[in-house]
């Protein structure tokens, strides 16, 4: 993404340690920014927050996403979502494990609007406490019915999520 001047949508679940993983990739010099739901406990959610800006992650709150995430992605930042959270009613209805699950699917829509590089990941940690990154690169073609491009993308990427879990 950066070598073709791209910006990226990152998508993930929590899995291992994906807080470190963005935390690594601003240190490094990644532009980063966090899309981010509220917690119900404000001190806990401003203890978090804080961490995440020390170490260079900017941070969008899920309720402003709509309206703030364009903006990051003109500038060619990377954007990271996590796609694991029961989105309700806003969702989409895919398979998870075979169960229908309803999932968020606002990086399926930026990502069909923006056209960024898609790159799921995911974390482990090893035996010997050592965090493992796997990326993995979507290449998705849209039809151009943007309903099932929605459906198609979210499932793709539930996935490779599902991959990493197993793995």
Do not use: C
Request: no cysteine; aromatic share 8%; charged share 25%.
């Amino acid at each position: 993404a950066v070598e073709k001047g791209k910006a990226a949508i990152f998508f993930s679940a929590p899995l291992g340690n994906w807080e470190l993983a963005g935390a690594y990739a601003a240190k490094v010099g990644y532009p980063i920014t966090f899309v981010v739901g509220s917690q119900a406990n404000k001190e806990i959610e401003e203890i978090i927050d804080r961490h995440r800006r020390s170490a260079g992650i900017k941070i969008i709150k899920k309720s402003n996403a709509n309206r703030e995430v364009i903006k990051p992605l003109r500038e060619k930042r990377f954007i990271a979502m996590m796609i694991d959270q029961d989105a309700h009613q806003a969702g989409i209805h895919v398979p998870f494990f075979g169960q229908p699950a309803s999932t968020p699917r606002g990086v399926a829509v930026f990502a069909l609007k923006m056209k960024p590089a898609i790159i799921g990941m995911t974390t482990y940690r090893s035996g010997d406490g050592v965090i493992h990154v796997r990326l993995h690169e979507v290449n998705f073609e849209a039809s151009g019915d943007k309903k099932q491009d929605i459906y198609e993308l979210t499932l793709v990427m539930t996935k490779i999520i599902e991959e990493g879990i197993r793995k």
